[in-house]
Nanobody, 123 residues
Framework: QVHLEESGGGLVQAGGSLRLSCQAS????????TAWFRQAPAKEREYVAR????????FYADSVKDRFTISRDNAKNTVYLQRNSLKPEDTAVYYC????????????????WGQGTQVTVSS
């Protein structure tokens, strides 16, 4: 069993930056790809970034490319999402998830996911 806890959300002005953290406990997540996805009201779930188990490869949605950076510290069992140049349309609840199977920026299946952290970007 893997427990994931996101942190780092909050209110930020457009153009600002925030770093989200995803702390895993229970089991190491080094066996999993880790992704961040977001859910905004009345919008479909959108995967924004994924990092492979080793951290050697990363994938991004077009909507966040060149603004978001995903990274992982396997020693700390933690994955991060650095978000720069934030826009009001980035407002959403952000979740981290881990899975054994992935395709591009998406996990084929979210094996475990957290409760999410709210990010609000004001214009």
């Amino acid at each position: 069993q893997v427990h994931l806890e996101e942190s780092g959300g909050g209110l930020v002005q457009a153009g600002g930056s925030l770093r989200l953290s995803c702390q895993a406990s229970g089991r190491t997540i080094t066996s999993y790809s880790t992704a961040w996805f977001r859910q905004a009201p009345a919008k479909e779930r959108e995967y924004v970034a994924r990092i492979t188990r080793s951290g050697d490869n990363t994938f991004y949605a077009d909507s966040v490319k060149d603004r978001f950076t995903i990274s992982r510290d396997n020693a700390k069992n933690t994955v991060y999402l650095q978000r720069n140049s934030l826009k009001p349309e980035d407002t959403a609840v952000y979740y981290c998830a881990v899975g054994l199977l992935a395709s591009g920026v998406r996990l084929v299946r979210n094996d475990y996911w957290g409760q999410g952290t709210q990010v609000t970007v004001s214009s």
